[in-house]
């Protein structure tokens, strides 16, 4: 019986311990994808558009470090400008 335990909870942790480990491989590579800060980032946004941001999230898409930068326009409006972690420059901005 506590043998039988033993191994549920193994079996447990593991499958709950490799989607968090994917995470974490993922996070760190793209934190190495990235070669301007997230700082910089939020500055490329608001020099595109007079706003306030209010979240930056770093992302893959198309296979390159991206920021997502969620802002909230002169209109009140909230936007997203998206920012090329490696160059800077604005991929779109919606």
Request: hydrophobic fraction near 50%.
């Amino acid at each position: 019986m506590r043998t039988a335990a033993l191994v549920i909870a193994m079996l447990v942790l593991t499958v709950w311990a490799s989607p968090a480990m994917a995470l974490l491989e993922t996070d760190k590579e793209l934190v190495s994808m990235a070669q301007i800060s997230l700082q910089k980032a939020v500055d490329i946004a608001i020099a595109k558009v007079p706003v306030k941001a209010y979240e930056v999230e770093l992302e893959k898409e198309d296979g390159r470090a991206v920021y997502e930068v969620k802002i909230i326009d002169t209109s009140n409006e909230k936007r997203k400008v998206h920012v090329d972690a490696k160059t800077g420059d604005i991929l779109k901005s919606k």
